[in-house]
């Protein structure tokens, strides 16, 4: 898997999880004693269980159904001057088939499966876009791609997609997104998968607002005149979302029988633990969000990394309870 600057450099800037804020040292509460000394005394009145670890080797990210987190969804920049309807019909052809428990079986297939994000990509498209999906066009576009997994095989459905449409396509590596957007703005490149709120966070370019949310509708309406300013145009969002999300095990959501974060707030009484990257108990989008959003405490919180292997290592071995993981990553695909 990549570093993750397109979550940690966006989210910083405004304010969301990451940031150079130190916590307490691994194993404590990164928010002061009050929440663990609540859940630890008592806190399982009501019929309220246990929530210790569950070693387990499956994850499955429990739903953000409180929208905590900012809307991440893959979406489709493309340079306004090559832009035209039957390029953004056939790009929001992508958009219409593609999820997230596909864009993790597609992180997982190279990641893990050790596949080419040439050949992932294509038998995705071959087994999700068909002719009648599409409106024919011509002419050469290239699609541009971060240096990570995801980017590079949502690159190349892009453009394994416009040329089953008839356009002379492919795919040019541009790295960060300092340097793709000036290619993209340039026409250097016509087209690029970007990441709704992110996207939308680094445009907007204000540290101190936040012009993102949850809301995928109103983000997608922030976001089309900044990129109008800086001659790009968007189309659809997919369902497919890369951002920050909070995993279990799967022995531990079947234990408590929870499959959302408000339900694991209803559950849990004791024994939660969070894991995450040192900035997780004072970023408003992790700890704190966490406790004001669904009502959770934590007997206590382990440093580790941002939804990196020490974290998910932590959950397989039972050390944490909750940690903080990426909603693509391919590792969630056997959960």
Known sequence: MRTRTKIFAPLAASVLLLGLAACGESGS???????AASSS???????????????GDKLVVLDDDKQ????????????????????????????????????????????????TA???AQGWVDENIKDGDLQKGSGSIKVGGANFTESTVLANVYADVLKKAGYDASVKEVGNRELYLKALEAGDIQV????????TEFLDGDESRQVAS?????????LKPLAEKVGLTVGEPSDAADQNAFA?????????????????????????????????????????????????????????DAG????????????????????SDGALAAG
């Open 68 to 115: 905590l987190q900012n809307a991440d969804n893959v979406i489709p920049a493309v340079n306004a001057k090559a832009s035209n309807d039957a390029l953004l019909a056939n790009l929001n052809a992508v958009s219409s088939a593609l999820t997230t428990d596909e864009l993790v079986s597609l992180n997982a297939a190279v990641d893990v499966e050790r596949k």
């Open 192 to 199: 690029f998968p970007e990441y709704l709120s992110t996207f």
């Open 248 to 304: 279990v095990t799967t022995a531990f959501a079947d234990k408590l029988g929870v499959k959302t974060l408000s339900e694991l707030g209803e559950a849990c009484g004791s024994g939660l633990i969070l894991g995450g990257p040192t900035e997780c108990p004072d970023r408003p989008f992790c700890q704190p969000g966490l406790e004001k959003t669904y009502g959770l405490t934590f007997d206590s919180f382990r440093e580790l």
């Open 214 to 222: 949850g809301d995928v509708q109103k983000t997608l309406e922030a």
């Open 41 to 55: 005394s008592g806190g399982s009145g009501g019929g309220k269980q246990d929530c210790a670890p569950v070693a």
């Open 29 to 35: 509460s990164g928010t002061g004693g009050d929440a």
């Open 308 to 327: 990196g292997p020490l974290t998910k290592t932590a959950l397989e071995q039972g050390q944490i309870s909750i940690g903080l993981v990426f909603s």
């Open 118 to 120: 040439t050949d992932v």
